[in-house]
């Protein structure tokens, strides 16, 4: 079983920007394809954005498409979020997660992911 702790969270100013992390341990992280979803106060959990096992296949969200990037180095068992032109729509607590299908599948279905972090929260000012 892989363990998902994200880091990276913080307070921003709305245009600002902010590089979040997931550090697996437990597994290799290239078993799992991977993705962040994030949410926010009163509201459901969204999917925001998904990488596959390699990182030859990426998933966005339309409302995060062009501003949000996701990445994955194996070698350092991290995935990450790059996340540009923040926007007060963004504030959320964001959450990595694994999908342990172990196949090459991209999933936006947060269903799909069988291992979920803590979360770190994303603050975007006006």
């Known amino acids: 079983q892989v363990q998902l702790v994200e880091s990276g969270g913080g307070l921003v100013q709305a245009g600002g920007s902010l590089r979040l992390s997931c550090a697996a341990s437990?597994?290799?992280?290239?078993?799992?394809?991977m993705g962040w979803s994030r949410q926010a106060p009163g509201k459901e959990r969204e999917f925001v954005a998904a990488?596959?096992?390699?990182?030859?296949?990426?998933d966005y969200a339309d409302s995060v498409k062009g501003r949000f990037t996701i990445s994955r180095d194996n070698a350092k068992n991290t995935v990450y979020l790059q996340m540009n032109s923040l926007k007060p729509e963004d504030a959320a607590v964001y959450y990595c997660?694994?999908?342990?299908?172990?196949?090459?599948?991209?999933?936006?279905?947060?269903?799909?992911?069988?291992?979920w972090g803590q979360g770190t929260q994303v603050t975007v000012s006006s």
């Open positions: 437990g597994r290799t992280l290239s078993e799992y394809s």
């Open positions: 990488i596959s096992r390699f990182g030859t296949s990426t």
């Open positions: 997660a694994a999908d342990g299908n172990q196949g090459v599948r991209v999933t936006t279905t947060l269903h799909d992911y069988d291992y």
